[in-house]
């Protein structure tokens, strides 16, 4: 009985630590500004190593079996039947363009399989090294769970090719129980869609079987468990499999409005009192936007800290005098016995690695898939065109640059988290210089796009595997270019805000001294209503006295 209670505890710490981690943004081919389908991930989870996995294609000999280990973990979960052919994966996209991204929702303990094999990680990798297009993939994630177990919590997917995209919604059935129940919906092509690990399918239209798909039992399973009682048509699969709390509203559903509320401004309007707990109608599965999207756009969605709503975690005391937009865990705390909450927006600095997916079904595959990828917080990154095809990832990307407790100058995710380490405590004051050059960057690779495709499909014609060659060299260099140039950047910064001053630029430089060894400087000091607080609640306690 000791020992039953244990994994549950376990299993719900597990859930706490994650609950709140992970974006997942959507835009339809129809909602973008060129056709593309678009999905965004962070992988946020503390203490994780940011890596580019890859997976190269391969072929196996009948009989053969394949290690299954846990995404998060490591642990050794078992064995499943190995594909015979199996496709080019790079990060979470592979040669057909197929794209697989999660949130985890969690949802009710006691139907987690701690008995069974395939985790929602190895769902993931495993569905795209055997896919060709979104259906395949979510046949392929549903017969998988069905013959070997679901052992993850209840997860939200997104499944996406270049023409289409749909969110996915799972959970099992409880220790030794085979099979998971689920519902997937396609999200249409002219709107936008986001889940951020709170279940976000509610009522769904099982006559439409070109957009909505789930397993045979997902109703009849929730009425046997007692988590629903109701006519068919009223069945909501999340309030049955992972009923709303305050968490999942404040820390979860709250970025999904701030992706609504960015892009259709009537449906953010709409929706504030829910995100605020003053109103229980849940926010629809997708809407429409206002404007066609680029990925530039979903990009900087990714950075997004509430900034300009009511939900602002820039402006109050928890910013402390910078106007940082971070908040230390854990998400909630208590004071005199009262409990209290912090704001959990999109960026966090927890991210092990993010990514932009662009989709196109106007290309040749090699040509059209581009996952454009950064290691760590997504608001302090450079996204760079990791292409489909690519078959030898960027060094400074790679899993053997550093681990989780061993810096390396040569891994990305180190660079990248030594910068932002530096830029957070000072954040108004520094974060000018670290845009500066992440827009320089970024808008390079966006505007030289056009031109390096154009390259690619002139060698593709001649040859396609010419064309991989150029697009996984072009991928290596950009990568390279930036990891090199956010050393730079940190070399920067670290002299010219040395010790709490600022030393002058002109021209993008170090201002040298004229003669000396005293480098032309000033002191900003801390912002003025910082300083008015202060007083405020000090009263006298720091004022000038005039000695008598």
Sequence with gaps: MMKKLMTVALLL?????????????????????????IVSYSADSYGMFGFLCHYPAATYPAGAMRDIYEWDTGKFLGQIKEAKQTYNVVGNINEFQVTIAETTFGGRPELVDTTAIMDYGSLIYVALQRSRTAKEAIKIMTSLVKEYGYYSSGESFTIADPNEAWIMEMIGKGPGVKGAVWVAVRIPDDCIAAHANQSRIHKFDMSDKDNCLYSPDVISFAREKGYFSGANKDFSFADAYCPLDFSGLR??????????????KATGQAYLPYVQGESK?????????????SVRDIQQAMRDHYEGTPLDITQDLGAGPFQMPYRLSPLTFKVDGQEYFNERP????????????????????????????????????????????????????AEGEGDCVTFSWNSAFWIYNWVADMIRPRYSQMVDDMRTVQNELENTYAYAQEGVESAAMKLYNENPEKAKEFLTD???????????????????LIV???????????????????????????????PEQFLKDVVKATGDRYKVKTLQ
């Design 474 to 492: 072009y991928t290596n260099m950009c990568a390279q270019t930036a990891v090199d140039r956010w050393k730079q950047l940190g070399e920067f």
């Design 346 to 397: 999109i960026s966090t600095q927890q991210s092990a690695f993010s990514f932009v997916s662009q989709m196109r079904a106007n290309l040749p595959d090699a040509i059209g898939g581009v996952l454009w990828f950064g290691l760590d917080d997504a608001n302090m990154t450079v996204f760079t065109p990791v292409y489909c095809n690519t078959d030898r990832i960027p060094a400074s990307y």
């Design 251 to 264: 820390a979860c559903e709250a970025r999904v409005w701030s992706y609504y509320n960015m892009f259709s």
């Design 496 to 526: 010219r805000y040395n010790d709490g001053v600022r030393k002058l630029v002109k021209n993008g430089k170090l201002v040298r001294p004229t003669t000396g060894n005293v480098a032309p400087l000033e002191r900003p000091g801390y």
């Design 281 to 293: 109608e849940p926010m629809p599965l997708y809407v429409k936007p206002d404007r066609k999207l």
């Design 13 to 37: 710490t597990a859930f706490v630590m994650q609950g709140w981690a992970c974006t997942n943004l959507i835009v339809g081919k129809n909602a973008s500004a060129d056709g593309s389908v």
